[in-house]
């Protein structure tokens, strides 16, 4: 589908995704906060690679820098709620 189309975002991520082999290939992908069609994309990508994006529920400076350090030490991305 179009990027437009009202289905486009239902569309199978598989297709898009398949070929490649780390997130980091997501097109605008950056280290960092992402939002937006970014953070949709990795959603997506975690989808068709069938891995789980963990979310972490910190209420404090020590619990973000704990969930950042153990993120940057595995390579993964992870999500911090507030």
């Known amino acids: ?3 437009e189309h009202p289905t486009a975002a239902m569309a199978d991520p598989r297709v898009q995704f398949k070929d ?3 997130y980091w290939e997501i097109p605008g992908m950056k280290a ?3 939002t937006g ?3 949709w994309s990795l959603l997506q990508y975690c989808k068709a690679k069938n891995f789980a994006l963990p979310a972490f529920n910190c209420t404090s400076t020590s619990t973000c820098n704990s969930v950042l350090e153990a993120a940057a030490k595995i390579g993964m ?3 911090i709620q507030f």
Do not use: H, R, S
């Open 1 to 3: 589908f179009p990027p």
């Open 20 to 22: 490649m082999k780390t």
């Open 32 to 34: 960092g906060v992402i």
């Open 37 to 39: 069609k970014l953070a």
């Open 77 to 79: 991305p992870a999500y």
